[in-house]
């Protein structure tokens, strides 16, 4: 007598215990394949700059981490700086119509299975740009330092302008504390990308611009630049 029909006697299981047990290896399997998140993710790798190295992962329910390499500042004062690289890590949340924006463009050019750089020559360097893909679809990734495709460009803008708000984020903790005076030309620039939609998601850094409004040892414009800005948060501007 064969392993499975002795088990099928000594148990009295009406199904063949090693069916169900093939059965529940299948079923955990697909279970495992189909639970994996669609995700996006954008690296930026370039020498030079304040934050060379960037990478920000988002899940389709806007939900998503950044992680970068950041100059580290010693000083307000322009000319001290160090050398040395600040690795940042904290959550990033985007809104659900930023998400649902970058999730459909990136299906719609198969999930970067595709060509996503340019034909031309003698281009800038503007810093290589990996956009990938994961998801139950299958995955997908291009590499590409500029791109002829404008859904393309598309991401790469919405991206940068997700990386600046974070950026600008970390200089108004930074000036919040040693540097009062370059709070209020910073705030500025902010306003101004806002409008220009080079800064988007300001909710992820609306603790600091609480911060700030609650400083009433800081200038009445700077508080009340910050204080606008989180109007348009809050309006979902």
Known sequence: MNRCAWLMLAIGMAVSPCFAFGELQRSVGNSAGGS??????FQFD?????????TIVLHEDGSGTYHAEEVERRSADSAVQQVSM???DRPVSVSFETAA???AT???????????????????????KILTYAGPEGP???????????????????????????????????ERRFDHLGLDAELLALEQAVQEKNALEIANIAPTL?????????????????SKLLEQTAAGK
């Open 36 to 41: 994996q998140k669609p995700t996006v993710t």
């Open 46 to 54: 370039h020498d030079g700059l304040p934050v060379p190295r960037y």
């Open 86 to 88: 600040k690795q940042v």
């Open 101 to 103: 924006k970058i999730f």
């Open 106 to 128: 990136a299906r719609s050019l198969n999930r970067f299975n595709i060509f996503c750089g340019t034909k031309a020559k003698n281009v800038a360097d503007t810093g290589q």
């Open 140 to 174: 997908g990734t291009c590499t590409y330092h500029y791109s002829d495709d404008k859904n393309v460009t598309m991401l790469t803008n919405m991206f940068y302008a997700i990386s600046y708000t974070l950026e600008v984020g970390r200089r108004l903790d930074f």
């Open 210 to 226: 609480d911060a700030i409004v609650a400083n009433v040892d800081l200038m009445q414009r700077v508080r009340t630049r910050a």
